[in-house]
């Protein structure tokens, strides 16, 4: 039985979370505000925010090498999710050019091989692990939803294979026994529902309806959502999870109705566009409407014909802000790409996983993993593999890597303490409206 070396340290409140906001194309605008599993239907009970520890993974299994870094893409090519697996898989294939080009890992080309990871109403994802197991990969990457990760993290894990997670978001993973073999460039929904919090209480809503899909994401961030509404003074007067296979969502969506709040929230996937419909057929508001990463993105515009449908909502989004050069080059390998969302993490996991392995010296997965959380934080800076590599051949042991995807600073449990976040605002065309969009850095 795998035996947990990572310590915790559980707080009531999290001290020390800070909140800077700064506007996308618009420097008149200012800072915006200070800066799982629940009980079905109820969301009621507080979660015990877990303050971070830093220190390095040491996974007890031993692992094996071939020399040759290999890694098995487990992303959303199908299933509720899919729509988020374009820029994922678009980043993960850059990120594996560009190491490639500038010589691999320990001298020899990465092996990337994509896979899919489907939704929890399938076994896609099992199918994709055994088959990259039974090739010999050392990496795992994804996979996106966090309900899927958990039907294949003991598999890897017993495998002593590395899972990293560009999008993972449940807190369910900072305590997870998983030997020091998963890591994820997303951060916690800890965060994300302050950040979706202080946002409604700072549009001037008092109470709140929160519907979340029944999984481990959405039960989450329905927790600490309403956790961090409550704490600023808010009042959520309904907290549902529901079946995000059910033929219809009426039941939920008339309960929302009549409790006539101030604001709405849908955390949920590809099935949010029934629930919106069904929301504003029945009189609620677009600008009453949040949304979060799971939902949020021009996908979602696209199941709406009327033109100006969606403007006024708003979501919240892990995400730091894409330059153009990032996204003209993922653009270079998906030209066709509508969204980006989770393009940086993923391309950050696959450069950081590289730059571990070239400190590991080897591509067994044991070793890459002691040297993961080291990469992201307190060493010397570089913002590339070709830079960062250069330090290692120098004989820098101790990097810092700050990708696309912002700082990371990885704590002991393989996970980012400081994130950035994007709130987006659909325009008239019932896409977001980049000149609307402002980021804010959460910090634990």
Not at 82 to 103: C, H, R, S
Not at 179 to 195: I, K, M, N
Not at 341 to 363: F, K, N, R
Request: glycine residues 10%; aromatic residues 6%.
């Amino acid at each position: 039985m795998r035996q947990r070396r990572r310590s915790l340290r559980l707080l009531a409140i999290l001290l020390g979370l800070s909140l800077f906001a700064a506007a996308c194309g618009d420097d008149d605008d200012t800072e915006a505000g200070d800066d799982t599993t629940e009980e079905e239907g109820g969301g009621s009970e507080e979660q015990a925010i877990p303050e971070p520890e830093f220190g390095e993974a040491s996974p007890e299994c031993e692992g094996e090498s071939d020399g040759v870094l290999k890694i098995g893409g487990l992303l959303p090519q199908t299933g509720n999710l899919a729509f988020l697996g374009p820029p994922e898989e678009a980043a993960a294939q850059l990120a594996v050019n560009e190491i490639n080009a500038a010589g691999g890992v320990l001298g020899q080309p990465i092996e990337y091989t994509p896979g899919d990871s489907g939704d929890t109403s399938t076994d896609i994802a099992n199918q994709t692990v055994d088959r990259h197991l039974n090739e010999g990969v050392d990496v795992i990457l994804g996979a996106a939803s966090s309900g899927v990760s958990f039907t294949v993290i003991d598999k890897i894990v017993d495998a002593c294979k590395i899972q990293f997670s560009p999008a993972n978001t449940s807190p369910d993973f900072t305590t997870y026994d998983d030997d020091d073999l998963y890591f994820r460039t997303a951060p916690s929904d800890v965060l994300q529902g302050r950040v979706l919090a202080d946002l409604m209480i700072e549009d001037g809503h008092t109470t709140a309806a929160i519907l979340a899909l029944q999984d481990p994401y959405g039960e989450g961030l329905l927790s600490f959502t309403r956790q961090w509404f409550e704490e600023a003074g808010g009042e959520v007067v309904v907290a549902e999870v529901y079946d995000p296979q059910a033929q219809n969502f009426d039941a939920e969506i008339e309960e929302v109705v009549s409790a006539e709040s101030d604001a709405v929230v849908v955390i949920g996937f590809d099935e949010s566009s029934r629930i919106l419909t069904g929301l504003f057929e029945q009189g609620i508001q677009p600008d009453q409407v949040y949304l979060v990463d799971g939902n949020i993105g021009n996908a979602l515009g696209e199941d709406f014909t009327t033109e100006g449908a969606l403007v006024g909502v708003q979501g919240t989004q892990p995400a730091a802000e894409v330059t153009e050069e990032f996204r003209q080059a993922l653009l270079g390998v998906d030209p066709d790409l509508i969204d980006f969302s989770y393009g940086p993490e993923t391309y950050d996991a696959v450069v950081i996983t590289a730059l571990a392995a070239e400190l590991a010296g080897t591509d067994n997965p044991a070793e890459i993993a002691k040297h993961i959380n080291g990469v992201t934080r307190e060493g010397e800076k570089c913002t590339s593999f070709v830079e960062c590599k250069q330090l290692i051949d120098a004989g820098t042991t101790d990097i810092d890597y700050d990708g696309p995807s912002g700082p990371q600073e990885f704590s002991i449990q393989g996970e980012p303490t400081e994130a950035s976040f994007s709130i987006s605002t659909y325009g008239p065309d019932n896409r977001i409206d980049p000149s609307q969009t402002v980021y804010r850095t959460a910090s634990l």
